[in-house]
């Protein structure tokens, strides 16, 4: 029997399972509204979340390891993303509780109507925020030092080929991966809120100031935009840093360049979104009121259309970040981004990415990647859920 | 307008609780509300805003909004309970048995698809009509709601029919399964008198033909008057009486009835002319303006006096709001000149010092959109206060509390609030406030209470007069209501097509004879005798309200 047929039976279960469990639940509830005006449609959806968690646990009970003593990586792997996501919740639940309890009244108050994953996504931010702040005194070693062991696995359990002065394992050329983890944060995580941070000054003054004064300054800010735009980010990013390491007399001066390469070519983005606010804030009677009273364009543009545009905005720099972030990683993966010996994600995911081959054998040599690319992943998640709730909040201020 | 009390009960409303969810908790919305209709009935739901008549008037289809739910009492449809009917036993009632008119048809219609396609779809998917027989009955509906070229008009996108022809599109899309029950939802504040009357003569018209039973919700008591035959009056989810529409007239009850009937009695002491030598504070002269190419304005003039009100008066497009514009700079005029106290302004508000902006202030229709909403009001009125007066720290503290108080609002309690957290009325006079700290000599009103109940206009309007009384202003009131410029104006000017069709002192104006377009404006402004649009029609002649007779002069 193939997957497909079984795919496709299961497919049917559901599809019944789904009808049957609709009719139990009116005939068990005496036609409560919740059943009797439910569609098929919703039912159906219940009853594959129910298969899907019910092969969750099936999956997770299955022996991590063969009986010939072989690891099972699909398995092992699993188990690892379902503990990571319980630990996160646990987490996440524990610092909601707590910020529902300490600090001001109101924090307090946003804390107890803020959804678990935006509580996740703060907490998860708070301690990359940390970690990047105080990196040297939290990682054990420097970024750059290099120990004798090589290719030390995560673990620290020397039975696994660990090192317990080294937990999280050591790099080709024995540097300490838990070290080079938390200056990476510094590194990666510093750089892109300083271009992101740098983009959305450009950007958005810019944007507002062609939506308040339209005409030819619009016209040519718009056009200029377009063309930037109109040639691919990544390619474009990659071009200009090639022709400004032939500037660079010091590997930190092309850093420098980067943060602002990447900052104009991101500005754009957040010049078109300004903009189009802006464009909506300016037609509103209270700017006219403002104009009418002889206001400045420095007034209009700070104190009247932004304090109306920051929900979009800041919704905006969320993601932002994350695409900067990404960019520097990718631009450092490619080698053109952050100069070694500083620590960064992007070239750690590269200089490790070899070991992915490994993963069917040895998922703990597979793991060295994995850390990597995981940190970046996870405050990409945690951004993005943080953003969500944030653009949650400001639409339903609306209402 | 039959008994039809005698008539077997269509709609009935028991003891009905409405709450609604703010901040985690429900608040009540209707407090235990009863309602009887009966077939080919038009019961009237007056009350201001936030009575909860839209609330009340959407239970009667078994529906509330997100966030609000029924709690208790019972609602039965022609004996079908509408409180614990399923899901797909509303689908089967609503749009067929049970139709709804919006206020705003232009925000109703979807603009991606012709008037008929809606018209039809209603129809076809209860399965009452093919397609064909449903787009040859909304082309009989056109004519029978009078709409012009009843053969074309559907075939049209929604932005391309005016708005009070949406507004009858939208009663034929209501008629098109010929329901037994029509909700009218506020249809037709959003209009202007004289299209107003075309829409209300169409529905009478047709829920009469139909013999369609309607609940029609307002908070103008002169359009209930025409088209009810029982009025009910809410008054923050209570009821506070219901008869029928004469009796209601002429002998209602309750303290509350009689206020809101009292509120067009608001009448201010006729002013003695202005002397004849005297220098007008604002002197419009000869002006000429255009959008892009086209003159919108031609060869406007009209004086303004010091501590004198000047209504202007016009339907919409009639260019009352571009004179506005005019007058304050933000569109110069092709030919002519604005005066200030005999001095010639600069054209662009761009060019005029900060003194000459400072005299010229303006209050405007949308209080939401005309105050900053992430600024406290002590920010929006200490503003102007610092910019023109340079008044800082304590000085401009107590200055904002002045103005507070002069428009009747104690500062305490208002001077760190969003204008989120207060009322229409209060965004209103937080508006003026913000006028008047700039000291002018001349403010422009443009229609100030058109978006406002009647008592709470009623209430800015003696905020005004009061206001003017003691400081010497002059008003430029724009405005399409004349019962607004029966109360407040000394002099009118009425604007059509962009031209001063005639203008002089209020008493003057409201004697005959008067220029025709006048005299269509006044006589299409609905007046509390449930008689006035039967006489009206006869007087005007069946075809020939509204648009019609608007084309004559």
Redesign the interface.
């Known amino acids: 029997m193939s997957v497909w047929t079984m795919i496709l039976i299961a497919l049917v279960a559901i599809a019944v399972a789904a009808w049957v469990g609709r009719f139990v639940g009116r005939r068990a509830t005496g ?1 409560a ?1 919740r059943f ?2 439910m569609p098929y449609a919703v039912a159906f959806g219940y009853a594959f979340v129910l298969a899907l968690l019910v092969w969750a646990v099936w999956y997770y009970l299955q022996p991590a390891v063969t009986e010939a003593g072989a690891p099972v990586a699909g398995v092992t792997f699993f188990r690892w993303a379902v503990h990571a996501l319980i630990v996160f919740a646990i987490a996440a639940f524990l610092f909601r509780l707590l910020g529902r309890h300490v600090g001001t009244s109101a924090t307090r108050k946003l804390f107890r109507h803020m959804p678990l994953t935006a509580a996740f996504g703060v907490l998860v931010i708070l301690v990359y925020a940390i970690l990047a702040i105080f990196a040297p005194l939290i990682a054990p070693y420097g970024q750059a030092v290099v120990f004798d062991q090589v290719n030390a696995l995560p673990g620290g359990n020397p039975a696994t080929g660990g090192n317990p002065a080294h937990p999280l394992g050591t790099d080709q050329i024995g540097r300490d991966l838990l070290s080079r983890l938390i200056y990476g944060a510094q590194n990666t995580v510093g750089i892109a809120f300083v271009t992101t941070l740098l983009a959305f000054v450009l950007g958005g003054s810019l944007g507002f100031l062609a939506a308040v004064l339209r005409g030819w300054f619009d016209q040519l800010m718009s056009r200029a935009v377009d063309v930037l735009m109109a040639i691919p980010s990544l390619i474009f990013a990659l071009l200009l840093m090639t022709i400004a390491s032939a500037w660079a007399t010091q590997s930190w001066m092309l850093t420098v360049y980067m943060v602002f390469i990447i900052a104009v070519i991101d500005s754009t983005r957040v010049f078109r979104l300004s903009r189009a606010v802006g464009m909506n804030i300016v037609v ?3 700017i ?2 403002a ?5 400045g364009l420095g007034y209009l543009i700070f104190r ?1 259309i932004l ?2 545009a ?1 929900a979009p905005l800041l919704a905006e720099f969320g993601l932002r970040f994350c695409f900067v972030f990404l960019t520097i990683a990718s631009l450092s993966f490619l080698g053109v981004g952050i100069q070694p010996p500083l620590a960064d994600w992007g070239t750690m995911v590269r200089d490790l990415a070899q070991f992915i081959n490994f993963a069917a054998f040895s998922p703990l040599t597979a793991a060295l990647p994995i850390m990597a690319a995981g940190a970046i992943a996870l405050l990409t998640v945690a951004v993005n859920f943080v953003v969500d709730w944030m653009l949650h909040r400001s639409s339903g ?1 609306k209402e | 307008m039959t008994d039809t009390t005698a008539r077997p009960v269509l709609l009935q409303m028991r003891d009905i609780r409405i709450e609604g969810r703010s901040d985690e908790t429900w608040t009540p919305i209707i407090n235990g509300v009863d309602l009887t209709l009966h077939k080919g009935e038009v019961l009237g739901l007056i009350g201001e805003s936030g009575a909860g008549k839209s609330t009340l008037g959407l239970a009667a289809m078994g529906f509330t909004r997100d966030g609000v739910r029924i709690s208790g009492g019972s609602i039965t449809f022609d004996g079908i309970d509408l409180v614990n009917a399923s899901a797909e036993q509303k689908r089967q009632l609503l749009g067929k048995r049970i139709a709804y008119v919006a206020q705003s048809a232009a925000a109703s219609f979807n603009p991606a698809h012709k008037l008929i396609d809606q018209h039809a779809e209603a129809p076809v998917a209860h399965g009452t009509a093919t397609r064909a027989e449903a787009e040859e009955d909304g082309i009989e509906l056109y004519r029978k709601l009078r709409l012009p070229n009843p053969d074309e008009i559907g075939f049209r996108y929604p932005h391309q029919v005016s708005g009070g022809q949406l507004q009858r599109a939208m009663v034929a899309m209501a008629m098109s399964c010929r329901p037994d029950l029509i909700i009218f939802d506020e249809p037709t504040t959003a209009l202007d008198v004289t299209t107003q009357i075309e829409v209300l003569a169409a529905i009478r018209h047709i829920v009469a033909e139909f013999d369609t039973a309607a609940i029609y919700i307002t908070h103008d008591l002169a359009v209930v008057a025409q088209m009810a035959d029982r009025i009910k009056v809410l008054l923050r989810g209570d009821e506070v009486e219901e008869s029928d529409t004469r009796s209601m007239l002429e002998q209602p009850q309750e303290d509350y009835t009689k206020s809101l009937w009292a509120v067009r009695e608001f009448q201010r002491p006729d002013k003695p002319p202005p002397a004849v030598d005297a220098t007008p504070v604002i002197s419009v002269q000869g002006i000429t303006a255009a959008y892009g190419k086209i003159d919108v304005l031609h060869d406007v003039s009209f004086d303004i006096h010091a501590g004198r009100t000047v209504a202007v008066v016009g339907e919409s497009g009639s260019g009352k709001s571009t004179a506005a514009r005019v007058i304050t700079g933000l569109l110069p005029p092709r030919v002519g000149q604005v005066e200030l106290d005999g001095e010639t302004l600069p054209l662009d508000y761009r060019k005029r010092s900060k003194d000459q902006l400072r005299q010229v202030q303006m209050i405007y229709q949308m209080a939401d959109t005309a105050l900053n909403p992430r600024k406290t009001i002590g920010e929006i009125i200490g503003r102007p206060v610092q910019f023109y007066m340079g008044l800082r720290g304590r000085r401009k503290r107590d200055r904002v509390a002045e103005l507070l108080d002069q428009i009747e609002l104690p500062p305490e309690t208002y001077l760190d609030r969003l204008p989120s957290e207060l009322s229409g009325g209060q965004k209103q006079r937080i508006g003026i406030a913000r006028a008047l700290a700039a000291e002018p000599r001349f403010i422009i009103c443009d229609e100030v209470t058109s978006a406002l109940d009647q008592l709470v206009a009623e209430g800015i309007l003696r905020l005004l007069a009061r206001l003017q009384d003691e400081l010497g202003l002059s008003y430029m009131f724009i405005t399409h209501d004349l019962a607004t410029v029966r109360s407040i104006a000394d002099e009118v000017v009425v604007m059509k097509d962009g031209r001063v069709v005639e203008q002089g002192p209020k008493p003057e104006m409201f004697r005959p004879p008067h220029h025709p377009y006048t005299d269509l404006l006044l006589s299409s402004v609905p007046e509390m005798d449930p008689d006035w649009l039967t006489n009206l029609l006869k007087e005007r002649g069946v075809d020939d309200i509204g648009d019609a007779s608007a084309d004559k002069i």
Do not use: C, S, T, V
Request: aromatic share 10%; no cysteine.
């Open positions: 036609n509204p009797r005006d509103m009677d209270y006219e009121a104009k009418l009273r002889g206001e009247e304090p109306n920051y201020l």
